[in-house]
């Protein structure tokens, strides 16, 4: 089987491939556990810049009352080796990709001289078709797309679409999941876009983060208070 190279370049194509975004939407420690727990680890290490008290407590306190929370060591994500880390299991390969280039979830460093001899010897033997080689640093790496994350499809199920009413128009200029909309006066059926968003021809993953989206765009505290009357019913 030929050497996956798990950059940047890689990921887009899975996502091109799978008619998703280019990264995941949930790359954010309010958004996912798993992204949360690497991104703390990497701080906690030294890795990293450290995360402020404050918002770490936080947020672990968030997710640990979070039905999605790892129940068991061997499902959360970890980093071993002692003073120098050389293992990272159970990554989020959005946080993976961010510090080590590489979109993965386990990535275990080459851990001496022998090992480094042995990973010369592989690539010597079987050199990478394209130049890219990750075996140079690692001793195993596994690439990972967020779209095969555990946790992606269940993030997606969190909130819940189905009942919304959004009735009125709205003139100007406004932001919605970082998509800047413009028109002189926009005439918005919520009904309307959810049946487009059903009828459109992307996997059902993809409709599921476009109603995500919106869900959360009305739910915003900041949006509820300038469109108040209205929103109509938001509910699951």
């Not at 887009?12 to 703390?40: D, M, N, V, W």
């Given at each position: 089987m030929?050497?996956?190279?798990?950059?940047?370049?890689?990921?887009?194509?899975?996502?091109?491939?799978?008619?998703?975004?280019?990264?995941?939407?949930h790359?954010?420690?309010?958004?996912?556990p798993?992204?949360?727990?690497?991104?703390?680890?990497?701080s906690?290490?030294?890795i990293?810049?450290?995360?402020?008290?404050?918002?770490?407590?936080?947020?672990?306190?968030?997710?640990?009352?979070?039905?999605?929370?790892s129940?068991t060591?061997?499902?959360?994500?970890s980093?071993?080796?002692?003073?120098?880390?050389s293992?990272?299991?159970?990554?989020c390969?959005?946080?993976a990709y961010?510090t080590?280039?590489?979109?993965?979830?386990?990535?275990i460093?080459?851990?001496?001289?022998i090992?480094?001899?042995?990973?010369?010897?592989?690539i010597a033997?079987n050199?990478?078709?394209?130049g890219k080689?990750?075996?140079?640093?690692?001793?195993y790496?596994?690439?990972?797309?967020?779209?095969?994350?555990?946790?992606?499809?269940?993030?997606?199920?969190?909130?819940s679409?189905?009942?919304?009413?959004?009735?009125?128009?709205?003139t100007?200029?406004?932001?919605?999941?970082?998509?800047?909309?413009?028109a002189q006066?926009?005439?918005?059926?919520?009904?309307?876009?959810?049946?487009k968003?059903?009828?459109s021809?992307?996997?059902?993953?993809e409709?599921?983060a476009?109603?995500?989206?919106?869900a959360e765009?009305?739910?915003h505290p900041?949006?509820?208070a300038?469109?108040?009357?209205?929103?109509?019913k938001?509910?699951?």
């Amino acid at each position: 089987m030929p050497l996956i190279y798990p950059d940047l370049a890689w990921y887009s194509s899975q996502s091109k491939r799978k008619r998703l975004p280019g990264r995941c939407p949930h790359a954010s420690i309010h958004r996912c556990p798993r992204y949360f727990e690497s991104t703390a680890l990497l701080s906690d290490a030294g890795i990293t810049t450290r995360m402020s008290k404050e918002l770490y407590g936080a947020t672990l306190a968030k997710w640990r009352a979070h039905e999605l929370a790892s129940v068991t060591t061997e499902t959360e994500a970890s980093i071993s080796g002692g003073k120098n880390p050389s293992c990272y299991s159970n990554f989020c390969p959005e946080v993976a990709y961010d510090t080590f280039r590489l979109f993965s979830s386990t990535l275990i460093r080459i851990g001496d001289d022998i090992d480094r001899q042995l990973a010369e010897q592989l690539i010597a033997e079987n050199p990478a078709s394209e130049g890219k080689d990750w075996r140079w640093l690692w001793s195993y790496v596994e690439p990972l797309h967020f779209s095969d994350c555990p946790l992606y499809a269940k993030l997606h199920q969190e909130k819940s679409v189905s009942n919304i009413t959004f009735n009125g128009s709205v003139t100007g200029n406004i932001n919605v999941a970082g998509y800047s909309i413009t028109a002189q006066t926009m005439s918005l059926s919520l009904a309307d876009i959810l049946t487009k968003i059903e009828a459109s021809n992307v996997e059902a993953p993809e409709k599921e983060a476009a109603k995500s989206k919106l869900a959360e765009f009305l739910a915003h505290p900041v949006v509820a208070a300038i469109i108040g009357g209205l929103a109509g019913k938001i509910g699951g």
